[in-house]
C-alpha cells in the first residue's frame, strides 16, 4: 500500500499466519515461553538476593542480565500475544518508535554487560588475588551506570535529534517495530541514521565480542596452568555457562544486523525471535544448570520452605 506525500500515523504489523487455529497455537507457544521467562528470571533473582554466598560481582551482573531479560521480554511479547489474536495488529507510529527505542537500549546494554561478564571472569581467574580490589562493589556500580547510560545515548540520540518521518508503506512484515525495518519506509536523508547505525553496531555488536574472545583467550591459557583438576572444572563451568548465552545472543544479532542485504528480509523476523523471546527464557536455565552455587542455592531454599512446612503442620 504506497501512501506517498501522506504522513503515516499508525503501522500494522503483520507477524506471523493470520491462521486462527495457529494463532491459538503460537499463543499457547509464545504465553509459555513468556511465563518461563518470567518465572525464570525472577526466581533467579530471588535466590541471589537471598542468598549470601552469591553476593559476588558475578552474580550481581548475572542479576542484572536478568532484569534485562525480564525488560526485553516485556518490550515484545505481551504485544506479540496479543497481534497472534488479532487481525488488526495495529500500532501507533509513537509507540512503534517507543518500542524500537527501549528494544535498542536493551540490548545495547546487554551487549556491554556480556563483554562487562567476560572482563569479571578473566581477574576471577587470571588475577584473583587482586579480584576484590579490581572488581569491587564500588567499581561494579560504576560499570553498570556507565553502560547504561552509554546506551541510552547511543540508542536514543538518533531519533532524538533526527526525527524519523514516515510516508511510505504502513504495513511492517515483522511482530517487532525493527529500526532496519522502520528505515525502510522511512521518508527523507537517512544517511545520517545508516552512519549512527554503523558507529553504534561497532560499539555495541562488534567491540563486545572481540573484547570477549581477547578475555577467553587469556582464561583459556590461565585454566591450562591450574593443576588441581576440581579448580579447573568449577572455571570451565561459568565459563562455558557465559559463553553458551554469549552464542545465543551475538551470533542472532550480528546474523540480524550484520548480515543485512540492500532490503531487509522478512525471514529475519525469525531470527528475532530467538534473541528476542527464546533467549531471555534460555539464560536463567543455562546459568543454573551448569553452576553447582546456584543448584546449592537453589536446594538451600527448597529445603528452608520444606522445614517451615513441616513446622506449620
Not at 69 to 86: G, I, N, Q, R
Not at 125 to 134: A, F, K, N, Q, S
Amino acid at each position: 500500500m504506497e501512501l506517498e506525500n501522506q504522513t503515516i500515523t499508525e503501522f500494522i504489523l503483520i507477524g506471523f499466519s493470520q491462521n486462527l487455529q495457529m494463532g491459538i497455537f503460537l499463543f499457547i507457544i509464545f504465553f509459555f515461553i513468556y511465563v518461563l521467562t518470567m518465572f525464570g528470571n525472577g526466581f533467579f533473582i530471588f535466590t541471589v538476593i537471598v542468598s549470601p554466598q552469591l553476593h559476588t560481582p558475578m552474580y550481581y551482573f548475572l542479576c542484572n542480565l536478568s532484569v534485562l531479560d525480564l525488560c526485553y521480554s516485556s518490550c515484545t511479547v505481551p504485544k506479540l500475544l496479543l497481534d497472534v489474536l488479532s487481525k488488526t495488529r495495529r500500532i501507533s507510529v509513537i509507540m512503534c518508535l517507543t518500542q524500537m527505542n527501549i528494544g535498542l537500549i536493551l540490548g545495547g546494554i546487554e551487549c556491554l554487560l556480556l563483554a562487562v561478564m567476560a572482563y569479571d571472569r578473566y581477574i576471577a581467574i587470571c588475577l584473583p588475588l587482586y579480584y576484590t580490589t579490581i572488581m569491587s562493589w564500588r567499581v561494579c556500580r560504576y560499570i553498570t551506570v556507565f553502560i547504561t547510560l552509554g546506551s541510552l545515548i547511543l540508542s536514543s540520540f538518533p531519533t532524538v535529534s533526527h526525527p524519523l518521518e514516515f510516508c511510505k508503506e504502513n504495513r511492517l512484515n515483522h511482530f517487532f517495530c525493527e529500526v532496519l525495518l522502520l528505515l525502510e519506509v522511512a521518508c527523507g536523508d537517512l544517511s545520517f541514521y545508516k552512519i549512527t547505525i554503523v558507529v553504534v553496531g561497532f560499539f555495541t555488536l562488534l567491540s563486545p565480542p572481540v573484547f570477549i574472545v581477547g578475555s577467553y583467550i587469556c582464561i583459556i591459557f590461565s585454566m591450562l596452568k591450574i593443576r588441581s583438576l576440581q579448580g579447573r572444572s568449577k572455571a570451565f563451568s561459568t565459563c562455558a555457562s557465559h559463553l553458551t548465552v554469549v552464542f545465543l545472543f551475538f551470533g542472532t544479532s550480528m546474523t540480524m544486523y550484520m548480515g543485512q542485504t540492500k532490503s531487509f528480509s522478512p525471514y529475519l523476523k525469525y531470527i528475532s525471535l530467538v534473541y528476542m523471546v527464546v533467549t531471555p527464557s534460555l539464560n536463567p536455565l543455562i546459568y543454573s544448570l551448569r553452576n553447582n552455587e546456584v543448584k546449592k542455592a537453589f536446594q538451600k531454599i527448597l529445603t528452608k520452605r520444606e522445614l517451615l512446612g513441616h513446622t506449620r503442620n
